[in-house]
């Protein structure tokens, strides 16, 4: 085997697992621990993940459809983040009772809100069905063995090097408990997402229930507060720099192993295009969210949805310029090619990939840009989706497509419409751009702004009493439903530009090669939405020349940035009372000089969307935090890890135990709890 370059390894030491780098699938995690133990790990791998026993797995799940969550007492009580339970805090809020600017708090039991449709997943177990699957074995009938109610799934690793079935437990009966006012859970809103230092209390608390089997069931009132095999102890004892931590949760989506094709389509073309396309649909809801309480609440969800990729995109091409990321990727693809001269299996790979890159990007780059643009009309899907319920004669209208229009404003949706069509045209190559669109343009109006005039006032779905009334034939040839059917895409889309098929079949074999060819990397599978263990430690970073990032936040700070006429600083008079008397109970200390109460920290763990809710944990496997965040310019870890800069964040368990405290005044919580 070719020796890799001293060279090669200095300049490209990105490519080797850091010590703080990786997401370690748990059943496997043994290879890590001597590592873990030096950083300060006083458990097993058995206490992390067991099949054989109660482990910290056990204590993990995951919270809705892409978020984390942790179990912190026996009787199903549950962390995650504020910005997890938005969507059902949301759900539960009206202007009469707006939880999300107010919060809320059940001082019992019976207080507490069942959250329709909320779900969590607990791993089972997970299992190498390599060779099953290497053996021609189907992956439905190996889910099919699968016995007891259990949601089961086949996940490929290492792009089909590697084969894992993981079994679920699905909970249905899932209740709000607690959350924060949103000037406390979503403190600093768009502006400071994603940048430290931070000061959000960015948790909500839940509780899941099961049958009197302690076995999940649809919501009743007959059933009992779940109780988990495991919860995490909450340590009350602080954090410092250089402690140990770990993660545990469910990382959405990395792309380490892609090639340098597909980094340049990320940083030149696809995030620019879809940064610029959103910043126009986020000003427009802003504009109207200032000027009606009612729609704030209405386009809350929907305005945190749109911007929390578009500021995670912006901060994305950043990192990935700033570290020159692919220059590097190749570079290290040119060591390989000259490895793999010689080798008939792998000498024309990398031919092979950029040929299928430069094949597929022109489709994926109109995918997206149809889902950045036509696709975010509401009125067209909302259109499509009432004639299919009156095409297959649906009895029950009115009590299942009424909530289509809860959250749906008729004029935003037309500025919006306006505004992607624009944006559309723009951005479309013009041989792209397509004929029966350009029709209808022509055809009523000539310009863009008076086709999206014509659609809005000649449509049956605009409220749902007109579309209510209207027959099948008009909704089938409604101008809105028209319009969806002109963006409807013909091909499938996929996560990223290389998981499309015809890319994505040349990584199994390119990973293979790799691992065998460069055997001091630490290869680890991307993430995938699978259980995930992720260490590292308590440490600051230098920001820029001369500015150095301390660690830990505190309540000081907050306050510093209290502004009432601003929404997303405006903090509960409570809590300025609260800091004016420095009545912090158990929970004030000295920091830096100070007597105050710490908010949220930072560590080298890789972290991915999915680890929102994850629970931070310390050496002896107590739970010091709750991860909700990463840096700025840490966004490109997905991509590339740089354990210089990059840094999760996370609230600080302590002051999530303040807030229940002293200004939410539900501290009886805390009986159930293990406070250390």
Same mark, same amino acid.
Request: hydrophobic share 35%.
């Given at each position: +085997?070719?020796?890799?370059?001293?060279?090669?390894?200095? &300049?490209? =030491?990105?490519?080797?697992?850091?010590?703080?780098?990786?997401?370690?699938?748990?059943?496997?995690?043994?290879?890590?621990?001597?590592?873990?133990?030096?950083?300060?790990?006083?458990? $097993?791998?058995?206490?992390?993940? $067991?099949?054989?026993? =109660?482990?910290?797995?056990?204590?993990?799940?995951?919270?809705?459809? /892409? &978020?984390?969550?942790?179990?912190?007492?026996?009787?199903?009580?549950?962390?995650?983040?504020?910005? &997890?339970?938005?969507?059902?805090?949301?759900?539960?809020?009206?202007?009469?009772?707006?939880?999300?600017?107010?919060?809320?708090?059940? +001082?019992?039991?019976?207080?507490?809100?069942?959250?329709?449709?909320?779900?969590?997943?607990?791993?089972?177990?997970?299992?190498?069905?390599?060779?099953?699957?290497?053996?021609?074995?189907?992956?439905?009938?190996?889910?099919?063995?699968?016995?007891?109610?259990?949601?089961?799934?086949?996940?490929?690793?290492?792009?089909?090097?590697?084969?894992?079935?993981?079994?679920?437990?699905?909970?249905?009966?899932?209740?709000?408990?607690?959350?924060?006012?949103?000037?406390?859970?979503?403190?600093?809103?768009?502006?400071?997402?994603?940048?430290?230092?931070?000061?959000?209390?960015?948790?909500?608390?839940?509780?899941?229930?099961?049958?009197?089997? !302690?076995?999940?069931?649809?919501?009743?009132?007959?059933?009992?507060?779940?109780?988990?095999?495991?919860?995490? =102890?909450? $340590?009350?004892?602080?954090?410092?720099?250089?402690?140990?931590?770990?993660?545990?949760?469910?990382?959405?989506?990395?792309?380490?192993?892609?090639?340098?094709?597909?980094?340049?389509?990320?940083?030149?073309?696809?995030?620019?295009?879809?940064?610029?396309?959103?910043?126009?649909?986020?000003?427009?809801?802003?504009?109207?969210?200032?000027?009606?309480?009612?729609?704030?609440?209405?386009?809350? =969800?929907?305005?945190?949805?749109?911007?929390?990729?578009?500021?995670?995109?912006?901060?994305?091409?950043?990192?990935?310029?700033?570290?020159?990321?692919?220059?590097?990727?190749?570079?290290?693809?040119?060591?390989?090619?000259?490895?793999?001269?010689?080798?008939?299996?792998?000498?024309?790979?990398?031919?092979?990939?950029?040929?299928?890159?430069?094949?597929?990007?022109?489709?994926?780059? +109109?995918?997206?840009?149809?889902?950045?643009?036509?696709?975010?009309?509401?009125?067209?899907?909302?259109?499509?989706?009432?004639?299919?319920?009156?095409?297959?004669?649906?009895?029950?209208?009115?009590? !299942?497509?009424?909530?289509?229009?809860?959250?749906?404003?008729?004029?935003?949706?037309?500025?919006?419409?306006?505004?992607?069509?624009?944006?559309?045209?723009?951005?479309?190559?013009?041989?792209?751009?397509?004929?029966?669109?350009?029709?209808?343009?022509?055809?009523?109006? /000539?310009?863009?702004?008076?086709?999206?005039?014509?659609?809005?006032?000649?449509?049956?779905?605009?409220?749902?009493?007109?579309?209510?009334?209207?027959?099948?034939?008009?909704?089938?040839?409604?101008?809105?439903?028209?319009?969806?059917?002109?963006?409807?895409?013909?091909?499938? +889309?996929?996560?990223?530009?290389?998981?499309?098929?015809?890319?994505?079949?040349?990584?199994?074999?390119?990973?293979?090669?790799?691992?065998?060819?460069?055997?001091?990397?630490?290869?680890?599978?991307?993430?995938?939405?699978?259980?995930?263990?992720?260490?590292?430690?308590?440490?600051?970073?230098?920001?820029?020349?001369?500015?150095?990032?301390?660690?830990?936040?505190?309540?000081?700070?907050?306050?510093?940035?209290?502004?009432?006429?601003?929404?997303?600083?405006?903090?509960?008079?409570?809590?300025?009372?609260?800091?004016?008397?420095?009545?912090?109970?158990?929970?004030?200390?000295?920091?830096?000089?100070?007597?105050?109460?710490?908010?949220?920290?930072?560590?080298? !763990?890789?972290?991915?969307?999915?680890?929102?809710? $994850?629970?931070?944990? !310390?050496?002896?496997?107590?739970?010091?935090?709750?991860?909700?965040?990463?840096?700025?310019?840490?966004?490109?870890?997905?991509?590339?890890?740089?354990?210089?800069?990059?840094?999760?964040?996370? %609230?600080?368990?302590?002051?999530?135990?303040? %807030?229940?405290?002293?200004?939410?005044?539900?501290?009886?919580?805390?009986?159930?709890?293990?406070?250390?």
């Amino acid at each position: +085997m070719k020796k890799i370059s001293l060279a090669l390894l200095l &300049c490209f =030491a990105f490519i080797t697992a850091s010590a703080d780098e990786g997401m370690w699938l748990p059943n496997l995690i043994g290879s890590r621990i001597k590592d873990m133990r030096q950083k300060g790990f006083r458990l $097993s791998a058995e206490d992390i993940y $067991s099949i054989n026993q =109660a482990s910290m797995k056990d204590a993990v799940v995951l919270f809705g459809s /892409g &978020c984390t969550g942790e179990y912190i007492s026996e009787e199903g009580l549950l962390l995650t983040n504020h910005h &997890c339970g938005y969507g059902s805090i949301q759900k539960l809020s009206s202007v009469e009772h707006d939880y999300l600017t107010y919060g809320f708090w059940a +001082m019992s039991r019976g207080e507490e809100l069942p959250v329709p449709g909320l779900t969590v997943r607990r791993l089972v177990r997970m299992e190498d069905v390599t060779a099953r699957i290497e053996a021609g074995e189907d992956s439905e009938k190996i889910i099919a063995e699968v016995e007891g109610g259990y949601f089961a799934s086949v996940q490929p690793m290492y792009y089909g090097n590697q084969y894992f079935l993981f079994v679920y437990e699905v909970f249905r009966d899932v209740r709000l408990v607690g959350t924060p006012p949103s000037s406390i859970g979503k403190f600093g809103g768009d502006t400071d997402n994603w940048i430290w230092p931070r000061h959000t209390g960015d948790f909500s608390i839940f509780r899941v229930y099961a049958d009197k089997d !302690n076995k999940p069931a649809d919501y009743s009132k007959d059933n009992k507060p779940y109780r988990p095999a495991r919860h995490f =102890a909450i $340590s009350t004892k602080g954090v410092k720099e250089g402690d140990f931590t770990m993660i545990y949760g469910f990382p959405g989506n990395t792309q380490e192993y892609v090639i340098s094709d597909a980094v340049e389509y990320v940083a030149e073309v696809s995030d620019p295009m879809k940064i610029a396309l959103r910043t126009e649909r986020l000003d427009i809801i802003s504009a109207a969210q200032e000027q009606s309480p009612a729609i704030r609440i209405q386009y809350a =969800a929907k305005h945190a949805s749109i911007a929390n990729a578009w500021k995670k995109w912006q901060g994305e091409v950043l990192g990935i310029k700033r570290l020159g990321t692919v220059d590097k990727k190749r570079a290290y693809e040119n060591e390989f090619a000259e490895w793999a001269a010689d080798k008939e299996e792998y000498a024309h790979l990398l031919d092979s990939m950029k040929a299928a890159y430069n094949e597929v990007r022109e489709w994926y780059y +109109m995918g997206e840009l149809y889902a950045e643009t036509g696709k975010t009309i509401e009125l067209g899907g909302i259109a499509n989706v009432m004639y299919a319920a009156k095409h297959r004669r649906h009895e029950n209208i009115a009590d !299942n497509f009424r909530k289509l229009y809860v959250n749906y404003n008729a004029d935003i949706d037309r500025a919006l419409a306006k505004a992607v069509l624009k944006g559309f045209e723009r951005y479309c190559p013009a041989e792209k751009f397509p004929v029966a669109l350009r029709e209808e343009i022509n055809k009523y109006g /000539g310009t863009i702004d008076a086709y999206v005039d014509y659609v809005f006032d000649n449509s049956n779905a605009t409220s749902f009493e007109k579309a209510e009334a209207a027959t099948k034939e008009q909704l089938e040839a409604d101008p809105a439903r028209r319009l969806f059917e002109i963006f409807t895409f013909d091909k499938k +889309m996929y996560r990223n530009l290389s998981n499309a098929p015809e890319i994505e079949r040349w990584y199994r074999p390119y990973l293979h090669a790799l691992r065998e060819w460069d055997q001091q990397r630490a290869f680890y599978p991307d993430a995938n939405l699978t259980l995930r263990v992720a260490y590292g430690s308590i440490a600051g970073y230098q920001y820029a020349d001369g500015e150095y990032h301390n660690p830990v936040s505190t309540l000081d700070g907050i306050i510093e940035k209290d502004n009432p006429a601003i929404y997303d600083y405006n903090i509960p008079q409570v809590l300025r009372d609260i800091y004016a008397r420095k009545d912090y109970g158990r929970w004030g200390e000295n920091i830096n000089g100070r007597y105050t109460v710490p908010v949220a920290f930072i560590a080298t !763990n890789h972290t991915s969307g999915g680890n929102s809710g $994850s629970p931070v944990i !310390n050496g002896k496997g107590e739970l010091i935090g709750i991860n909700f965040d990463r840096t700025w310019l840490s966004t490109m870890s997905d991509i590339e890890f740089d354990p210089t800069i990059c840094r999760n964040i996370s %609230v600080d368990i302590r002051y999530v135990m303040f %807030v229940i405290d002293r200004v939410g005044g539900a501290s009886y919580l805390f009986d159930e709890m293990k406070l250390k």
